[in-house]
């Protein structure tokens, strides 16, 4: 079965510090892309990042990187110099190649500490 | 740049009602999707609608049903409430791209319908 997997519930970052999120999916197939997506309190879903899986470099976007595993499955976000802003609801994504649907994680709700 | 619209954004019905809720994709995009986010918990992929046909369907009964326009915009209608389905509604928009013989569609979502049935 695809499946995504977030198994940090809640993480807590000092502003300015570094956090990374993790992920994990269960996949046979061998070229995907994956997502991270962040839902603030204002319920939008936001894209912060897509990594394609038959490449080798991780993604970057401004503070936000991936740490892209592809034998391990593991698809980490990492944020640097932390903001009040990020706080937020932190979903990653799979959509399943030959398919339209999604399929998200439980969510990771980051908490940012001034 | 108008971004994925939708309406209304809060909606209270009784068990047995009927509700539509509706969505303005992003500009130039021609593929809505609908996801059921219920609290604490990830969106799940209702249906995909495509050339105002739906493409495909996730878990959910024949209760659920949708509706796509020759402008692209679509409706989630919801039969028969029941208070299970009370959860936020996102709908999200895309763009069909494709890289080396591998397409995906990057979805952008909406602010959601938050949709309490008592």
């Known amino acids: 079965a695809q499946t995504v997997t977030q198994s940090q519930p809640e993480m807590s970052v000092q502003e300015a510090e570094t956090v990374t999120l993790s992920c994990t999916y269960d996949t046979s197939e061998s070229d995907y892309y994956l997502f991270w997506y962040k839902q603030p309190p204002s319920r939008q879903m936001i894209l912060v990042i897509r990594q394609e899986a038959y490449k080798q470099q991780n993604a970057t976007e401004n503070r936000f990187s991936v740490n892209f595993q592809k034998a391990a499955k593991s698809f980490s976000l990492k944020i640097s110099d932390s903001q009040l802003g990020d706080a937020a609801m932190y979903f990653c994504a799979y959509p399943p190649p030959g398919t339209y649907k999604y399929i998200f994680g439980t969510g990771t709700r980051l908490k940012v500490l001034a | 740049d108008a971004g994925v619209t939708q309406s209304p954004t809060h909606l209270i019905k009784t068990r047995g009602q009927q509700v539509t809720l509706r969505c303005s994709p992003k500009s130039g995009h021609d593929t809505v999707s609908w996801y059921q986010q219920a609290l604490g918990q990830g969106p799940q992929f209702i249906f995909q609608y495509y050339e105002e046909e739906e493409r495909q369907r996730g878990n959910f009964p024949d209760r659920f049903s949708g509706h796509q326009f020759p402008n692209y915009s679509s409706e989630l209608n919801v039969n028969a409430l029941l208070l299970g389905d009370s959860a936020l509604y996102l709908c999200?928009?895309?763009?069909?791209?494709?890289?080396?013989?591998?397409?995906?569609?990057?979805?952008?979502f909406g602010p959601g319908t938050r949709l309490t049935v008592l």
């Open positions: 999200a928009s895309s763009l069909l791209t494709g890289t080396g013989g591998l397409s995906t569609d990057t979805q952008y």
